[in-house]
């Protein structure tokens, strides 16, 4: 079965420093989403992409982050300059275009940023 | 953001029971709800999802409810397995490709 895979699994950071995120999502998806669930809070949601832009995004997702799709299979997030409350798990998200309120979601990242 | 609701945060059920699971909203522009199951140190894992204009949705051992009037849906399982404990989380969006709002979540644990 086609799942959705995130690089690194663990990434420990510094303060200040810049941080890229790297999720291959499944092939032939249309919509891709980043969350993240900060330990012990809900999972929220941070930014949809679709058709190489952003569709919606929320307050979390501020000029320190960006997304970008490089190369047609793979799906970044990007934190310019990390924040000690960045520090969650942060989860890519996918869906087709059939049933497209299905989001398949990889097993995460898990930043801690010092 | 209270949106979505899991007022239980844990539920213990015995093995072959039915395991019942609540979720509560408040957004009536929400279309779609959906159910998830994690594991720690994974993804949230799709189970079932169902669209406001139907009531109730089956796959397998998983049911899904919806009540409208009364902003509420659940999710039943039957019978409960071991492998079932996990934490359950319900999510919802208003649009077929938009944003998911999350619940809290509820620790599902099936005794054998």
């Known amino acids: 079965e086609p799942e959705v895979t995130q690089t690194p699994s663990h990434q420990v950071t510094q303060m200040g420093q810049e941080v890229i995120l790297r999720c291959v999502p499944i092939s032939n998806h249309l919509y891709f989403y980043w969350y993240r669930q900060i330990l012990g809070q809900k999972v929220e949601f941070l930014v949809s992409?679709?058709?190489?832009?952003?569709?919606?995004k929320s307050e979390i997702f501020d000029d320190q982050f960006s997304v970008e799709r490089p190369d047609g299979s793979n799906f970044t997030l990007k934190i310019r300059s990390t924040k000690l409350e960045d520090s969650a798990m942060y989860f890519c998200?996918?869906?087709?275009?059939?049933?497209?309120?299905?989001?398949?979601f990889g097993p995460g990242t898990r930043l801690l940023v010092l | 953001d209270q949106q979505v609701k899991q007022n239980s945060p844990s539920l213990s059920v015995q093995e072959g029971r039915i395991s019942i699971l609540n979720c509560d909203y408040t957004n009536s522009m929400f279309d779609y709800f959906l159910w998830y199951k994690k594991y720690p140190a994974e993804g949230p894992t799709f189970l079932i999802s169902?669209?406001?204009?139907?009531d109730k949705n089956e796959d397998g051992r998983f049911t899904v409810f919806l009540n409208k009037s009364a902003k509420h849906l659940s999710l039943h399982i039957v019978p409960s397995q071991p492998g079932d404990s996990a934490v359950y989380f319900c999510a919802a969006t208003p649009t077929s490709y938009g944003k998911l709002t999350f619940g809290q979540g509820t620790i599902l644990t099936v005794h054998p």
């Open positions: 169902i669209s406001s204009i139907k």
């Open positions: 998200a996918c869906s087709s275009g059939r049933r497209k309120e299905t989001q398949y």
């Open positions: 992409f679709y058709n190489n832009e952003i569709s919606e």
